[in-house]
């Protein structure tokens, strides 16, 4: 336990090694918001969608930006790196697990993140944009979130070592996660909120695990979740993690027997 | 029973083999051509405790496959591998407790945080107890000189730093057995002789079991009481230096500086004229036992001012069995693969 800790240390003041590491992610958050923002008040003034108004529209996406850097894995990329060149070996041969290992910098990354990120945003937002956002107060959705985000953590990063694991079979995985990111971008509801979707895209949405990444989460604090509903979206979202779980020990089995190490 | 058992093991890679052109690169997007390479043939022996074996063979000769499965990296294909009554590859989070590795090619350091930082990331993996981590640090420090750059960050630091601080980074946890994969390459000689008295320092003083693969003799000679020595995936010798010297250096050389130019020499028995650069010349005498007949004959013959006699150095005679182990690689299976 105590190495997963100082790895999750270790990562964290990896990142505040390179100013530029810590400023440009900051600058293009702050764009993204900034687009968000702007579209969606221009959405609004031109003809207001029927049964959202522009302040629940205001707090999805503040909501969401609060959330999102919880679900941006990255671990990934550093794994399929190491397998396609073959550094993998120096991590095979340390007595830790290597599923932790990178669930513990994913860790220190979402804490980089929220300082980086979530902190300046928050103050940004509270600045400019407060009258815009109505969170209403309610305990057991504040707590029902936060089960939510914790199991956002773990299939949005379960979803990324799987790719980072595909590195043994396809060497190349970045074409592949650009797939997974964009199908997510669109599914997870980060520039569409899933209440503006048709019924066949809403249909397939909820086949996939995004929704629970970003969009539930996010619409249990808004109050638009029945407490009814809470347990059948507790059950679908946990069978996902626990699903995702079972098949990246399957795939690290099949990968053991399999490994070929880059380079000699 | 020994430390270290490795009995008839083999290991095969698929390769695809790209084809070339665009075409052909089409057509193994289709229908990829594999290659089955036998990396490892058929090989075993034994390691005993405290003995520093040099694992010897040309440029893909399956050194480092090999390396990788005493380490529990990869799985052998076929055969097995022993140490300690533990399987490498099967329990492999308990095995690595007991070993240490150094890749001359791959850091084992965070390229960014000071060296020293990594060194305590492997004080925790390990379960070093500080007492311990404090007394080896010393100890490194003392052997290795690590203080001069502990606080550097690791992407400042020069290879021999590099390296010093990988050898620390692998020791810390007082491994049974340390496996090197040319931990000298690239480094000055300086550097290169820290490293070799580090080793045989801890080898006298723990009995740690070394494994070192390298391309320099010198540390062959200062460090390995036993060579290994593979060629083609195959075992071609297993022996200590001497018995190797023993086996194949039974050629002589002598080297004769004449006083007078000559043009023609008396015919000698099992030798053959090596060079030739003015008046010296360079004679190879076959069998040892005839070098006392050749300098006779030409000292009766001829005026001469110097003569030496040499033996055939460790780097020729390791040349010398990568080329008789050669053989054509006609052991590949090739087949074609639909997928």
Known sequence: MKSYIRIFHKTISTSFVYRSNLYMPMLAYFVFVFLQYSLWSAVFALNEP?????SQMMTYIFIGMMIRFLTTATASDQLSQEIREGKIELMLIRPYNLFLFFLAKQLGRIVVDFITKGLPLLGISLLFLSPFIQIPYNLSNWLYFGFCCINAVI???????????????????????????????????????????????LWIANLLPYPYLY????????????????????????????????????????????????GG | ???????????????EVKQRGVMGKLRSLVRPHIVIRQAVRNISFSVDEGEIIGYLGPNGAGKSTMIKMLCGILHPSSGQIRVNGCIPYIERRKYSMAIGVVFGQRSQLWWDLP???????????????????????????????????????????????????????????????LFLDEPTIGLDIMVKEKIRDFILQWNTQRK????LTTHDVIDIERLCNRILIINNGEMAFDGSAKELEQLYSREKQIIVTFKDAIDRLPPLLHTTVQRREG????FAVERSEDVQEVIKRIVNSYEVTDIQIRAADLESIIKQVYQTGKRDVAHEVVYSHFS
């Open chain 1, 50 to 54: 029927k049964g959202t108004t522009i």
């Open chain 1, 155 to 201: 299939i949005a990063f379960c979803m990324d070592y799987m790719i980072g694991l595909m590195a043994f079979w396809i060497i190349e995985t970045w074409q592949l996660r650009f797939l997974i990111q964009d199908i997510g971008n669109v599914f997870s509801g980060v520039f569409i909120p899933l209440w503006f979707f048709s019924e066949p895209f």
């Open chain 1, 215 to 262: 969009f539930y989460p996010i619409n249990v604090l808004l109050g638009n979740v029945d407490h009814t509903s809470f347990l059948s979206l507790t059950l679908v979202g946990l069978s996902w993690s626990i699903g995702l779980l079972v098949v990246i020990m399957l795939m690290w089995h099949l990968c053991k027997s399999r490994i070929v190490i880059q």
């Open chain 2, 1 to 15: 029973m020994a430390f270290i058992t490795v009995d008839a093991v083999s290991k095969e890679f698929k390769v």
């Open chain 2, 115 to 177: 060296a020293i930082d990594s060194l305590e990331l492997y004080k925790d993996i390990y379960k070093v107890s500080a007492a311990s981590y404090k007394r080896s640090l010393d100890e490194f420090n003392e052997l290795l000189d690590l203080h001069e750059f502990a606080h550097t960050p690791v992407r400042q630091l020069s290879l021999g730093q590099r390296m010093r601080m990988e050898l620390a980074a692998a020791m810390l946890h007082h491994p049974q057995i």
């Open chain 2, 208 to 211: 740690t079991t070394v494994i």
């Open chain 2, 279 to 282: 008046n010296q010349l360079c």
